[in-house]
C-alpha cells in the first residue's frame, strides 16, 4: 500500500483481557517500529525490528507486552492482561532501514482504551 | 538518558511567520526531526536535517539547528489554519534507531 496501515483503528477492551494490535508497513521497508503514546505527551519507544536480526526489545514496560515480525511483513503487538495504564494510542512506524536518518513514517494508529 | 524539550502552546495571527522550538541534551544526535499530528491522525513527517547541517528549506518550513546549544526551531511562513496542529521535534544519535520524541507544541492559528 501507500503507507503504513494499522487495525484496528479503535478497540475498547476490559482490563485483564488479552488485545493484538496489528502494523502493515509500507512495501520495501525493513524497519519497523512500535511506539505508545498516552494523552498529551510524546511518543515513547517500545520495539523495533530489523530485516531478521533480534528485534530491539528495550523499550517494552513490561513482560506483558510482547510482539512478532515475520520478515519484512505485517507485524502484530500483543498486551497480555492489559490495565488502565495500557489505555494510550499505538503507533507503527516503518523505514527503508534502522539507521539513522532513514525518516520514519508512521500509520494513524490505533487507540486502545482499557476499562 | 535522552531529552527532547519544547513549549508546550504557540498561537499566531494567519499570515504570520510561526517558530516552534525544541532542546535537546544528547550531544551525539546525528539526525533531528520535525513531525506534524493532527486531530485523531497519525505523525506526518514534515522535514529532518543531519546535524553537520545549520538550516535547511523546504517551501514554507525553515529549519535551524544550533549545534553548539543544542537548539533546533522550525518556521512556517505566511501561518494558515490548516497549520494547526500538534508539532514535535524528533532526534535518534547514529547508535540508536528509534527515535526520542519532545511532548509537543501545540500551534494554533487565529483567522
Known amino acids: 500500500g501507500a503507507g503504513v496501515s494499522q487495525s484496528p483503528s479503535n478497540k475498547v477492551t476490559e482490563k485483564g483481557k488479552d488485545v493484538e494490535l496489528r502494523c502493515d508497513p509500507i512495501s520495501g521497508h525493513t524497519a519497523l517500529y512500535w511506539y505508545r503514546q498516552r494523552l498529551g505527551q510524546g511518543l515513547e519507544f517500545l520495539i523495533y525490528f530489523q530485516g531478521n536480526s533480534a528485534p530491539d526489545k528495550s523499550g517494552l514496560p513490561s513482560d506483558r507486552f510482547s510482539a512478532e515480525r515475520t520478515g519484512e511483513s505485517v507485524s502484530t503487538l500483543t498486551i497480555q492482561r492489559t490495565q488502565q495504564e495500557d489505555s494510550a494510542v499505538y503507533l507503527c512506524a516503518s523505514s527503508l532501514e534502522a539507521s539513522g536518518g532513514r525518516a520514519q513514517y508512521f500509520g494513524p494508529g490505533t487507540r486502545l482504551l482499557v476499562l | 538518558g535522552e531529552d527532547v524539550e519544547q513549549s508546550l502552546f504557540l498561537s499566531v495571527r494567519e499570515g504570520d511567520s510561526s517558530v516552534i522550538n525544541c532542546t535537546y541534551t544528547?550531544?551525539?544526535?546525528?539526525?533531528l526531526y520535525w513531525y506534524k499530528q493532527e486531530p485523531g491522525a497519525g505523525l506526518q513527517l514534515l522535514t529532518y536535517i543531519f546535524s553537520n547541517m545549520d538550516m535547511k528549506q523546504d517551501q514554507r518550513l525553515t529549519v535551524l539547528l544550533n549545534k553548539k546549544d543544542k537548539h533546533l526551531s522550525l518556521r512556517i511562513a505566511d501561518t494558515q489554519t490548516g497549520d494547526s496542529a500538534i508539532y514535535f521535534c524528533a532526534e535518534n544519535s547514529g547508535s540508536a534507531r528509534q527515535l526520542t520524541f519532545g511532548s509537543g507544541t501545540q500551534l494554533t492559528v487565529l483567522p
Open positions: 544528547d550531544s551525539s544526535s546525528t539526525y
